[in-house]
């Protein structure tokens, strides 16, 4: 069974840091893309950042461009985020999705998804 | 960055109606639009990808078409577990952008 379980979140300081994990299990996790998306309380997904199934490859969104920094290591099966400088505006349940591909291309789309974890940036 | 406009924001409609949500991109994507579904309080679920491919488990009465600029998802006969909110996505380049969403909720 596929499992993706996000975890790190917590409450930062604005200007802050914190670095967000997502353990995989049930697939292949080198084979396959990575993303993560986020959802401020009451509002819609927003995408934040892609990378290929070899790590060789990373996308962001421009509101994180910058600040924020995706990796992963295939031999943990694990994907992270490490979100530096981070803003109000970044509070958000953050969402560790696989994706259908091996790279970021055309036909991606992200078929299983975790519970989310919760990043409030507060003073 | 492309733009996604969902249409309506929100929709009233009762179990057994045909309803039909609208997505439109600020440019051609061909058929790189992938639709997902989400319940309060979890995580979404990808329905359908490359604007009419099926995600497997997904049930028959959800459908997608279209290509290039607009994009629909309809679902012919409403059942009480479809009452969610809906959110189409392109995947034709980064950054990746959602529809506002559209919250199909019980008349």
């Known amino acids: 069974e596929v499992q993706v379980l996000e975890s790190g979140g917590g409450l930062v300081q604005p200007g802050g840091s914190l670095r967000l994990s997502c353990a995989a299990s049930g697939f292949t996790f080198s084979s396959y893309a990575m993303s993560w998306v986020r959802q401020a309380p009451g509002k819609g997904l927003e995408w934040v950042s892609a990378i290929s199934g070899s790590g060789g490859s990373t996308y962001y969104a421009d509101s994180v461009k910058g600040r924020f920094t995706i990796s992963r290591d295939n031999s943990k099966n694990t994907l992270y985020l490490q979100m530096n400088s981070q803003r109000a505006e970044d509070t958000a349940l953050y969402y560790c999705?696989?994706?259908?591909?091996?790279?970021?291309?055309?036909?991606?789309?992200?078929?299983?998804w975790g519970q989310g974890t919760l990043v409030t940036v507060s003073s | 960055d492309i733009q996604m406009t969902q249409s309506p924001s929100s929709l009233s409609a009762s179990v057994g109606d045909r309803v039909t949500i609208t997505c439109r991109a600020s440019q051609s994507i061909s058929t790189y639009l992938n639709w997902y579904q989400q319940k309060p309080g979890k995580a979404p679920k990808l329905l359908i990808y490359a604007a009419s491919s099926f995600q497997s488990g997904v049930p028959s009465r959800f459908t997608g078409s279209g290509s290039g600029t607009d994009f629909t998802l309809t679902i012919s006969s409403l059942q009480p577990e479809d009452f969610a909110t809906y959110y189409c996505?392109?995947?034709?380049?980064?950054?990746?952008?959602f529809g506002q969403g559209t919250k199909l909720q019980i008349k």
């Open positions: 996505q392109q995947s034709y380049s980064t950054p990746y952008t």
């Open positions: 999705a696989k994706a259908t591909t091996t790279q970021i291309v055309l036909v991606t789309a992200f078929d299983y």
